[in-house]
């Protein structure tokens, strides 16, 4: 069975309110898991969750970046691993197989590398192709405002919704969300977020 396992820690996590980030990384692994015996915050300020549909492991990603950059002066640093699933247990961090490892080994490089998003595939070729993507891609993701990556979220949530829609979920206008998705660069992401898909099948037997 191939999976996708994100695992991550929260950069500067010291300096907000333990509670605000807390609450906003629960929420969003709430949201992309309702159980929760698929993720897990440990270690004070580390989370994995795994993401049974590969094709959607970029976009958890991006959910989950877009919760954490709610908050001013936070971040978050991911990696992705997919591969195969020897053993369910209990709680994710308990499991274990391709994906887990791979997850697990790239996280510790990430910090060492100033990197806040990578990914690990048994296929090299995919790997350096996408972590080359992700690179060009960090240079606006990671310099999202606050306003930035609320859009993200909302965009996210409610992928159908048109700006007008959006504007009104947050009480603004149509023009403001559609700077605000210029300058998170949403729809290329969301380019971005397709092809990855397109990689990621190759991968499945």
């Not at 969750?49 to 002066?73: R, V, W």
């Not at 991911?78 to 020897?86: E, L, P």
Request: net charge neutral; proline share 1%.
């Amino acid at each position: 069975m191939i999976t996708s396992v994100i695992t991550g820690d929260i950069i500067k996590s010291r300096d907000a309110e333990n509670s605000e980030w807390i609450s906003s990384l629960k929420d969003a692994l709430k949201t992309l898991s309702t159980d929760d015996s698929y993720w897990e915050i440990y270690r004070g300020d580390s989370f994995q969750i795994e993401i049974k549909d590969i094709h959607k492991s970029f976009e958890a990603a991006l959910y989950i970046k877009a919760n954490i950059k709610m908050i001013k002066g936070l971040d978050v640093r991911m990696a992705i691993g997919i591969g195969d699933k020897s053993f369910k247990g209990k709680k994710v961090t308990e499991s274990n197989g391709e994906a887990f490892r791979f997850s697990g080994e790239t996280i510790e490089s990430l910090k060492k590398e100033k990197l806040n998003l990578k990914i690990k595939t048994k296929n090299e070729t995919i790997n350096n192709e996408l972590n080359l993507y992700f690179k060009l891609a960090l240079l606006s993701i990671d310099n999202w405002t606050t306003n930035s990556a609320e859009i993200v979220k909302l965009s996210l949530e409610h992928p159908n919704k048109f700006q007008k829609d959006l504007a009104k979920l947050i009480g603004t206008n149509q023009d403001a969300i559609s700077k605000r998705i210029k300058r998170a660069s949403l729809d290329e992401i969301l380019e971005l977020n397709e092809m990855y898909k397109q990689k990621i099948e190759t991968l499945l037997p």
